[in-house]
């Protein structure tokens, strides 16, 4: 079971910090990737980062903007957001992958039907 948190209301240039905690065993061989959706769009590949947090994948729309990092410990994923944009505006989804693969930057970890399970969303709103 993945549960994000941390959306909510920011104005353009802000900042949040998305959280998505797992439950179970194996959150250490998971790839993790961030997703998010806009109203009447697709869901969009935001990043993801390998099972030992040591490579990140980021789409050319965050690049330089957003940082993910993991806790293993915890079993826990982060997304921190960082001069949030009105486009930034979505649902933003965290995923799970099995895999140990130490390189993620390919296009198959960039697919959401790649990944295994879903958390249920949080709600980002960037205001103009």
């Known amino acids: 079971q993945l549960v994000e948190s941390g959306g909510g209301l920011v104005q353009t240039g802000g900042s949040l910090t998305l959280s998505c905690a797992a439950s179970?065993?194996?959150?250490?061989?998971?790839?993790m990737g961030w997703f998010r959706q806009a109203p009447g769009k697709e869901r969009e590949f935001v990043t993801a980062i390998s099972a030992n947090g040591g490579n990140s994948y980021y789409s050319d729309s965050v690049k330089g903007r957003f940082t993910n990092s993991r806790d293993n410990a915890k079993n826990t994923v982060y997304l921190q957001m960082n001069s949030l944009k009105p486009a930034d505006t979505a649902v933003y989804y965290c995923a799970a992958l099995f895999s140990t693969v130490l390189v993620v930057t390919t296009p198959t970890f960039s697919r959401p039907s790649e990944y295994e399970y879903w958390g249920q969303g949080t709600q980002v709103t960037v205001s103009s």
């Open positions: 179970g065993r194996l959150f250490s061989s998971h790839v």
